[in-house]
């Protein structure tokens, strides 16, 4: 077992997304289908002389299309850091422009993309995406504000949501939009296409699994809230296809935007609750609740994202349970993993022994079989890993 603390932290980060076409399939999870060996371990990335960006927590990195290396952007100074993974290493440093026609302005950053099909990068801010080279060298930048400077344009009642995520042809951004504030419930998927510059809303009602537990802070009178504690949501790619996760529930949805297909897929544990209880306030007028709010979320089940483990084609996910609080009043959790073939159906979960693997909501991945999570060890990147045979 394992003492977290307040493990999964107040995060602000908003995923969201009617049903249509609905097909449906449920699923127990065996326990014993597989014998399964587990092992955990962690490994350091050396920077020499020199020092790898971690303020972002890797959230402003992606990786090449063989997941050899990965592209970290440090904002500060303005350079792209390439960190070989083969070598656990730092490789090389190169800067970007900030200043020019070519330049990638000096905004705030909510998450960098590598379009794996077309090779280029997507730098995502509050009000703009930027598409350069591998260099990062501007090559077209979308402005999504909705103002006469706009590139798309919707209805005002709408907002999106602009931490999305770039199709592997770097054709389509895809991403959710919710109600305007002050709460910005979610409703639905949104899909911009780059090459028509036209946009596409398309309904969904699955994710009040996600609204309902939402944990909102707004003081007395106040028109807008001064914290947020929103269920997170995971996105992946299949081929054509989205597959869905939200951290409340022991689902997962498929949904392809060009046929308006969607499935949902229901799961049952065996050894962890299927979905939380919600035993929490949901909204909240001071500091002090907002933080006792949070504990009481972080007391109940939480569903990781769904990885893909395209060497062994196989999905991975990790589920984190509360076990109660020791003698010295720290919280314990332990960490489950269950394995889904590449149809998504479930062939084996179990409880992961001691030390337990819990994977950072900044930056986890899987490369090679091995699911890494990163650690930041004293300033020093490194990452632990999980390998699954």
Known sequence: MKKLGVF?????????CKEKNIDSNAFRIPTDSLEVRISIDTIGI??????????????????????RYLYNFNPLNYELELIDLEENRLAEK???????????????????????????LFFQTTSNIYKTNLEGKVKSSYRFMNDSLSDFRYDPDIQLNLQGFVSESGRYYYSFYTDTFPDRKRKGLVRLDFEKMQSEFR??????????????YRELDRRYNRGEFPEMSGIVFKGDSIIFSISSVNKLWVYHFESDYFKEYSYESQLTKN??????????????????????KNEEVYFHPIQYDPKNQRFLRITTQFEGYDGTGDAVFNSYLTVFDRDLQPIHEQLIPEPGFYPSISKSFIRGGVYYSFLNEEDELAFIRLKVE
């Open 94 to 120: 190169y800067k970007i422009e900030k200043e020019g026609p070519n330049a990638v302005p000096n905004q705030y950053f909510y998450r960098i993309q590598l379009a794996t099909e077309s090779n280029e």
């Open 8 to 16: 999964f932290g107040l995060i602000l980060i908003f995923l969201s």
């Open 203 to 216: 309904e969904m009602d699955f994710f009040h699994w996600a609204n309902d537990f939402d944990i909102y």
């Open 46 to 67: 050396d920077a020499g002389d020199d020092f790898i960006y971690l303020n972002h927590y890797l959230r402003l990195a992606d990786f090449s299309q063989d997941r």
């Open 275 to 296: 979905q939380k209880e919600g035993n929490f306030p949901k909204r909240v007028e001071s500091m002090e609740d907002f933080q006792e709010a949070a504990k009481k």
